[in-house]
T-cell receptor, first 114, second 112 residues
């Protein structure tokens, strides 16, 4: 079991460029999440998905889009990168078990936008 | 104020106990969680407590929950240098979207 994997691990973009971050999980989890982590601000939810083909906005969705075409994959897109999107991005997944919501995290993608 | 608050930094000596505190404004959580993040890594669940419990002990870890004061704490006994990490508390503020709200994280530094 690889758990939750993220690609790429690092990326540097110029303002206005686009990119897609890929998250994959092999645990057959229904729920998947994208967070960003900034110093002193903890993790903030960008978008999430409660199942294949569904997506929903989190706390800070502006400037990002997501897709969940396959249950095991959750893609995060930046159409026109801005310096404010410099951050570490974490993907997580969880299974459906009543109210228990243990989330399993990937190792993160460090993105710098110049 | 923030929905989930933590102090940013705690420094202890090896062998001492560490207490990391978390307060939250409201919670519909059935469970409240503590996650640990080691340098350069993602978060891992450390422990959790069911909302109808006051205390949970798990080896060197003790979680205390005061629902009246909306206060959660994590105590690490006999703290080791390997415990140096960032610790996040997490609660569910909105059951409608089944997402966790994380505190800002407390960086624990253990001095040898």
């Amino acid at each position: 079991n690889a758990g939750v994997t993220q690609t790429p691990k690092f990326r540097v973009l110029k303002t206005g460029q686009s990119m897609t971050l890929l998250c994959a999980q092999d645990m057959n989890h229904e729920y998947m999440y994208w967070y960003r982590q900034d110093p002193g601000m903890g993790l903030r939810l960008i978008h999430y998905s409660v199942g294949e083909g569904t997506t929903a906005k989190g706390e800070v969705p502006d400037g990002y889009n997501v897709s969940r075409l396959k249950k095991q994959n959750f893609l995060l897109g930046l159409e026109s990168a801005a310096p404010s999107q410099t951050s570490v991005y974490f993907c997580a997944s969880s299974y459906s078990d009543g109210n228990y919501n243990e989330q399993f995290f990937g190792p993160g993608t460090r993105l710098t936008v110049l | 104020g923030e929905d989930v608050e933590q102090s940013l930094f705690l420094s202890v000596r090896e062998g001492d106990s560490s207490v990391i505190n978390c307060t939250y404004t409201d919670s519909s959580s059935t469970y409240l969680y503590w996650y640990k993040q080691e340098p350069g890594a993602g978060l891992q669940l450390l422990t959790y407590i069911f909302s109808n419990m006051d205390m949970k002990q798990d080896q060197r870890l003790t979680v205390l929950l005061n629902k009246k004061d909306k206060h959660l704490s994590l105590r690490i006994a006999d703290t080791q240098t390997g415990d140096s990490a960032i610790y996040f508390c997490a609660v569910t503020l909105d059951t409608g979207r089944r997402a966790l709200t994380f505190g800002s994280g407390t960086r624990l530094q253990v001095q040898p």
